[in-house]
């Protein structure tokens, strides 16, 4: 990867041109030799190994599926981190994992509703892949241009847990908001100038891919996956481009960092089409205290959305199923009633080096009480249907019921991923380091505020050698408030009982080079 970076960077060194031609030096004096600075071909290489392993108690007698989800796992990566530099203006990187998976322990229902233990499985995300966390090429042309192109993070918005204006990378966790996420194939031009800086990037989806390598970009292939050639409703291929185009607008104002942002995207990582959307994000520091805010502006809601005439009971649903009728779907990708995305928040620095954040995230695609009271009611009927079909029909019904859009690329494997049903949540997160130098202590937490349902997430991590850092967390759910919750078929239901495990426990181990 080292020389095969390096050939890429040397043939992009543009040549030199020819100097002009030197004076005659005087009779009385001769030329001084002129030593031309040598330029050399800098490199930096980094990297870890790390093994995870996560035990969980799954409850596949709950609202959603079990199928695939193991109590044991264990997840093992090798990462390297390249960086080249030639000269002052050229420079590349890369940032390669490969991970081995390992999943045991299946749990599910028997006929009559039991839980029972399962066969072994072979579930495709826990086989084996790599990721291409970035793969770039970055030239300074101009003191005030600077061209990339390749995969890429780009990081925009002051939000911590979450970031409502970054429409470009996968998801960031929550519980984890330093953790390297993968990037995004992309073109970027940046001008920068003393007050302000001004971005423009192109991206293209990833739509296929192998082992977690990209096999296809922008367009889909003329051929479908396997599984869409055992099922055709799997086959999601369409005729179109998915790119995405933003512009970025960074400057100092009064000692805050602004930052405007506008993206337009085709089928970009959720359904829209020619979908306009702008960003505002701004920063600012107190002394120990640090303030931001991040907010999203747009038309129409790339929810799910359940058809209540498919909720009524398993004949109903059954009857959506047969007649072709979407028990979910995306009915208001269109409406052109404005909706918001807005994240506030604030960071304290404690003296002991301690930090504590809160912020609060009001999502405008979320539903409404009587809109999740739907949702849950769908997957209700669902799980009580699928035990009276044929595996095939169990398959179908499973689809519709969890119906995905264009692929995307997940980059790494990530330890809690945040997929935002309702409209208001809470995120605190607080890290106490150098407790009794060598430890880090830690807690976060992710909750709706709708009903009070969520995560509380205790960490731990001890850095046992300058070379080795030993951590573990656990994933404790929080019921939330019954009062709150939607009533479904007499049960109430919050949105941390759609989980499928009750709790997670992770034990890691990183070994740095």
Known sequence: MNTLLTMLLLAAV????????????????????????????????????????????????????????????????????????????????????????????????DAQGKEVALAEQDVPLYRPSAVVGELFAAWEAAPHLNLTLGKKRVVWGSGMAFNPTDLLNPPKDPTDPAGQRAGAWLARVELPFERFTVSLVGAAKVLRQYAGLPTSLLVYPDYPTAEAVRNPALDDRDNEAHWAAAARLYALVADTDVTLTYHFTHLYNDPFREKSRVGLSLSRVFDATEVHLEALAQTGSSQLYAAPACTASTEALLGCTQSGTPPLSRTHVDDRGVRAKVLVGARYLFEDNATLSAEYYFNGEGYSAREFADYVGLLGQGRRLLAQLTPEQAEALTARLSPTGAATDPGSPQKFSFEPLRRHYLFLQYSKPQVADDFVLGASAVVNLGDLSGQLIPQVSWSAREWLTLSGSVFIPLPGVKSLAAEVAGERITEGSLSASDWRALLSARLFF
Do not use: I
């Not at 030197?22 to 009385?28: M, R, T």
């Not at 870890?48 to 264990?74: E, I, K, M, Q, W």
């Open 14 to 109: 543009p040549q030199e041109m020819e100097a002009p031609e030197a004076k005659a030096p005087d009779a009385q004096e001769e030329a001084a030799p002129v030593e031309e600075p040598e330029t050399k071909l800098e490199a930096t290489t980094t990297g870890y190994l790390d093994t995870r392993f996560t035990g969980s108690h799954v409850s596949p007698t709950g609202l959603v599926p079990t199928t695939g989800v193991p109590a044991l796992a264990n997840l093992s990566e090798g990462n390297m981190q390249v960086k080249l530099r030639y000269g002052p203006r050229l420079s590349a990187g890369a940032d390669l994992s490969l991970f081995w998976q390992w999943a045991g322990l299946f749990r599910g229902v």
